[in-house]
Structures are given as C-alpha cells and as structure tokens.
C-alpha cells in the first residue's frame, strides 16, 4: 500500500510563503478594512433581510455559544453550553427589533449548538 | 512495518477512503435521483469493501481514484439497468443511464456534484441536526458510531436523524441541483461547516482522530464552495475558510498528552502550522473584494492576530480589542461581550476589565454562566486579589457541568489556595 500512502499525502501547499512582516501587513490592512467599514456604517448587502444569517450569541435569556478565541483558549480552554433548538432561535430572531430594515446586518451565523451534555 | 507506521497507514486509508466515499456518493446520486440516497451509499460501501479486497491481493493500481469511480459507475449501471430503484419517470432512468455510460470522471463534476450534495443535505426543511448528520454521513464519510461520537449521542439518535433527514428530502422533492436563491442556502451551508468544524475544534471530543478529520473535512467542504464558479459571492466563502485555518493553526499545540488543554500562554509556538497560518492569511485578503464585512471575517482577523503574535505577550490586544468593538456594531451581546473583557484587560489593564464584567453581569444572566466566573477569576488573579479569585473559581466550579471543564477549574483553584 506504499505509492497509496504517497498518493494520499500529496497534498496542496500554499501558493506563497509570507514572511512575518507581510503576514503582519496583511493582517493589519484586514483590520483596517474591517474598521473602516464599520465605522462608514456601510455594510452593502445585496439580499433582502429576510435572507440573511444572524448572529446568536445571546437571545432572550438562552446564551448560545459562539466561536471565539478569548474565553476558549486564552482564559481556560473551552465551554459547553446548553441551548436551544436553532429553529426556535431563528423564530425569536424574527420578533427582534434590532434587525428591522436599515441596521446592521449580518451576513453569516455561526452559531455552535450542542445538545445536553451527559 | 512498525505498529505505529501500521497504524497510521491505516488511519491515512480510512481517511482517503471517508473523502472519496463523499465524491462519489454526490456524482451517484446525480444519477439515481436524491429519493435513493441510501442506495448510492449502499454502492460506494461496495466499491470500498471490493477495493480493500483487491487491492490486497493485486496492490495498488496506479490511479486508485480512478478504480474507486469506474468500479462504482459499474455498480451503478447494472442496478440502473434492472430497475431496481424508486423511479419517478421511467424516462428519466432511462436518460440517466445512457449518460452515466458516457460518464467520463472529471475534477469538475466531482466537485460539482458535492456542491449540490451541500445544499441539498443543507435544505432549509430539514432540521439542523439532521443537517450535519446528513453531511458528515454522506459527504464526509462518517460512520453512525463516528458521529454519535461527536455529538455526545447514541447511535440510534443519529440513524433517527439521518431517517428523518432523508425522508424530508423525499417529502419536499427536493432536487439535485444548486439552487436559485444561492445566498440563502449558502449562508446554511457555511453554518453547519463552522458547526463541523467547531465540534472538530471542540477538545470535549474523545477521539483525536475523529476531531481532526472533522476540522480538515470541514475546511475541504469550504474549499468546494471556493472553487465552484456557480457562487459569484464569495466573500464570505473565503473569511470562513480563512477562520478555520487560523484555529486549525493551534490544534497540534493545544493538547496535552493527557488530552487536556494548554492555554494559549502556554502553548509552544513552534507547533503552529505555518502553512495555514499562510493560506489564512491569503483566503483573508480575497475576502476583502466586496464591500462586507461579516462576523466571520471579524473572528478570522482576531485569530490570525494571536497566529502572527511571537509570543503571547507580543500580541497585539488593542488590534483584536478594536475589532471586539467592530464586531459589537454588528451585534452586542454579553457572550462577545466577555471575549472582548479578556482583550480589554490586556490591553487597557484589569479594573477596566473587572467593571465591564461586573456590568454585563448586572444587565444579563451571564452570571450564572461558569465561564464568566472563571474569566472574572483570572482578571482578579492578576490583581493579586486571591479572596476574589477563589470566590469566583469556586462559583465557576458549581456552575460547571462539564468533567473536563470541571478538571481544569480545579486545577486553578489548587494553584491559589494557600498551603496551610
């Protein structure tokens, strides 16, 4: 099973190797970027509202979890939560006034649901 | 062969065999119809188990791939031919049959077809749960046991979900195709990738292997989406690959061998995968062609700026500070809202932090979070506070249901009682 083995390991490599200061360049012109437009306020979106991910983080007394690095590697690793039924979240979405046409929106929405933890 | 080179032979076989079993699943079941899913998966299991067996007798051929999707056409073919399938129109089989003769295996279709199995697995009328069962098991290649596994579930929780699943796809037609309104269904599909890919991530998980796979096959879904030129906005496509690249990154430095977690301040730098930190960064400025911002992009850019840090105390907190306060614009809750307190008390010092905290606490039910106490624990141990540390970590204890949380809470608490 040799030439499989060799087969299976031929994976692609990055296109380019950044060094340090462009990767710290890229880094920082995303920042900017994201900066800039949240502070123009701007967020083009070409779908109507009701189409558009949300993000749950919080609805409503049901904190959900989300995929953020702080409290998952730096403080203490990680954190189950118990939540709800993502159907449910979305309806109570819909009720909420924060996203009437007009506010921000949001594109995507990772939301981590985990069902109850043994 | 030693037995760890076995081993891992092993492991890298399953692992080819779990990602073509995906491929051709998709292209098959362009052929027989979304109605007989399970009976494209009861072909490629076939082809698999005939390829174990004649590869060991004859070796390797010398495009495996090639075996694996002419064996399965064939397969296909004979049961095409005697009608054994749930038909809709006999025209249609019939159509089908002549063109899977003519099939001739290329990139393209295959990562075509996987593309419709996304978003048909990711239908809108099938329940979220069913969604990734459906994807891990018929795009992914995962075993009932594998995913049960990850789900902390049994098997027979998973198999319901995946009947369920199957069945609304029948109820709803559901055809084999990439819709019409693409955004829609895109933004499902990237959800329950992130979701993979978060379970892959998440160090709850027993097997390492299973939880691997999982991070990989989740950045090779996103990699399709990328790839296919029937999705025009991509934008997002790429942030999100762009985050699990960055995460990925820290995998290998943030297991102990004994399966518990290293912090961040403690991981060994030299274990982060340059590589991805590399294409991270790459996927990071294509998602900067169109004017949008997303929370994916925003979690890319705060991952990426620990990736580039040297050391944890050379991060760059009032980078990812900043962008806690972009990502606050587009939704203020107390969850981000606690992973902004950590940037803010590195980078504006820990009473700042101490009284965001003790605010989100008093405008939400954070406080029964174990989380929060463990973050307000560390902050007040900075300050050398250790009364307040110890309240906290116990409270965070009490709150916690988790056993492996649970271990690593314990483990502080031991670190700040004083020896008497």
């Given at each position: 099973m040799k030439e499989f083995m060799l087969f299976i390991r031929s994976e692609e490599k990055p296109k380019a190797n950044l060094s340090p200061e462009q990767l710290q360049q890229h880094i920082e012109k995303v920042g900017g970027f994201i900066k800039r437009l949240t502070d123009e306020g701007r967020m083009k979106s070409a779908q109507p509202l009701e189409m558009e991910g949300r993000i749950l983080s919080y609805q409503n007394g049901k904190i959900v979890d989300g995929p953020y690095n702080e409290t998952k590697e730096v403080i203490s690793g990680?954190?189950?939560?118990?939540?709800?039924?993502?159907?449910?979240?979305?309806?109570?979405?819909?009720?909420?006034?924060?996203?009437?046409?007009?506010?921000?929106?949001?594109?995507?929405?990772?939301v981590k649901i985990v069902e109850g933890i043994n | 062969m030693n037995k760890s080179n076995k081993k891992y032979s092993r492991e890298l076989a399953e692992h080819f065999f779990r990602t073509e079993y995906g491929k051709i699943v998709s292209v098959i079941t362009r052929y027989i119809g979304v109605n007989n899913v399970e009976t494209a998966e009861d072909i490629v299991q076939e082809t698999l188990l005939k390829a174990v067996d004649f590869w060991q007798q004859n070796g390797v051929p010398e495009n495996p791939q090639a075996?694996?999707?002419?064996?399965?056409?064939?397969?296909?073919?004979?049961?095409?031919?005697?009608?054994k399938l749930q038909t809709r129109h006999h025209s249609e089989f019939h159509r089908n049959t002549i063109e899977l003769e003519q099939l001739q295996f290329s990139n393209e279709i295959i990562l075509d077809e996987q593309l419709k199995m996304m978003f048909t697995c990711c239908h809108p009328s099938i329940s979220e749960n069913s969604q990734i069962a459906l994807i891990l098991k018929i795009l992914c290649g995962f075993s009932i046991s594998e995913i049960a596994n990850a789900f902390f579930t049994s098997n027979e929780t998973i198999n319901k979900r995946l009947v369920r699943g199957r069945k609304q796809l029948r109820d709803n037609k559901v055809s084999f195709e990439i819709p019409k309104e693409i955004n829609e269904h895109l933004a499902i599909v990237q959800k329950t990738i992130y979701l993979l890919f978060n379970e892959g991530y998440s160090p709850t998980q027993k097997n390492e292997l299973i939880r691997l796979d999982l991070c990989l096959e989740a950045m090779r879904l996103a990699k399709i989406l990328i790839t296919n030129e029937s999705i025009e906005e991509k934008t997002n496509c790429y942030a999100l690959l762009a985050l699990m690249q960055f995460n990925a990154s820290r995998f290998k430095a943030r297991l102990n061998t004994d399966n518990s977690i290293v912090e961040m301040k403690n991981q060994d730098r030299i274990k982060w995968d340059k590589d991805l930190i590399n294409s991270g960064t790459l996927n990071l400025n294509q998602a900067m062609k169109s004017n949008q911002i997303s929370i994916y992009l925003i979690l890319a850019t705060i991952s990426a700026n620990h990736c580039i840090a040297k050391s944890f105390g050379d991060t760059n907190w009032s980078a990812i500070l900043s962008?806690?306060?972009?990502?606050?614009?587009?939704?203020?809750?107390?969850?981000?809202?606690?992973?902004?307190?950590?940037?803010?008390?590195?980078?504006?010092?820990?009473k700042k932090a101490i009284a965001e905290l003790k605010s989100i606490e008093l405008n939400s039910d954070i406080g029964e979070h174990p989380m929060f106490h463990a973050t307000l624990a560390e902050f007040f141990k900075e300050e050398h506070k250790f009364v307040k540390t110890i309240e906290h970590l116990k409270k965070a204890i009490s709150l916690t249901k988790n056993k492996r949380d649970l271990k690593l809470l314990e483990k502080k608490l031991i670190a700040v009682v004083p020896i008497s």
């Open positions: 990680y954190y189950h939560l118990l939540a709800k039924d993502l159907e449910e979240a979305i309806e109570i979405t819909k009720e909420d006034p924060r996203f009437e046409e007009g506010i921000w929106r949001v594109e995507v929405r990772p | 075996w694996l999707y002419t064996t399965a056409k064939n397969i296909t073919l004979n049961i095409l031919k005697r009608k962008l806690y306060d972009n990502l606050l614009e587009l939704e203020d809750s107390p969850t981000i809202r606690l992973n902004r307190a950590v940037a803010l008390s590195k980078a504006k010092g820990n």
